[in-house]
Nanobody, 127 residues
Framework: EVQLQAFGGGLVQAGGSPRLSCAACGFTFDDYAIGWFRQAPGKEREGVSC????????YYADSVKGRFTISSDNVKNTVYLQMNSLKPEDTAVYYC????????????????????WGQGTLVTVSS
């Protein structure tokens, strides 16, 4: 059974640097890509970043490029999202999800490309 557990959220001051983790099991981690999405209140879910566990290549949304860093630990089957210089507009529930290797590419930000989703972790950025 595929399971994804996202954690590391909480209340953070603007400018803070929390790290989210996505622990995965139930599939061949090295073969898949893992993406981070977020959904703010009243807004649609948006792609934040994605990493290929096989070659480490990454994608980022323009809104987080230069501030967020995605990484993968293939021993721990965990993907991290290091978030720096947080802004109030980064407030959202953050989700991680799996993408089969044959879908990895320029459409990484489309939620329909992902098969399994974690439960989400809330990040609230105070100004």
């Amino acid at each position: 059974e595929v399971q994804l557990q996202a954690f590391g959220g909480g209340l953070v001051q603007a400018g803070g640097s929390p790290r989210l983790s996505c622990a995965a099991c139930g599939f061949t981690f090295d073969d898949y890509a893992i993406g981070w999405f977020r959904q703010a209140p009243g807004k649609e879910r948006e792609g934040v970043s994605c990493i290929s566990s096989s070659d480490g290549s990454t994608y980022y949304a323009d809104s987080v490029k230069g501030r967020f860093t995605i990484s993968s630990d293939n021993v721990k089957n965990t993907v991290y999202l290091q978030m720096n210089s947080l802004k109030p507009e980064d407030t959202a529930v953050y989700y991680c999800a799996t993408m089969p290797p044959d879908r990895y590419g320029s459409s990484w930000y489309m939620s329909y490309e992902y098969d399994y989703w974690g439960q989400g972790t809330l990040v609230t950025v105070s100004s």
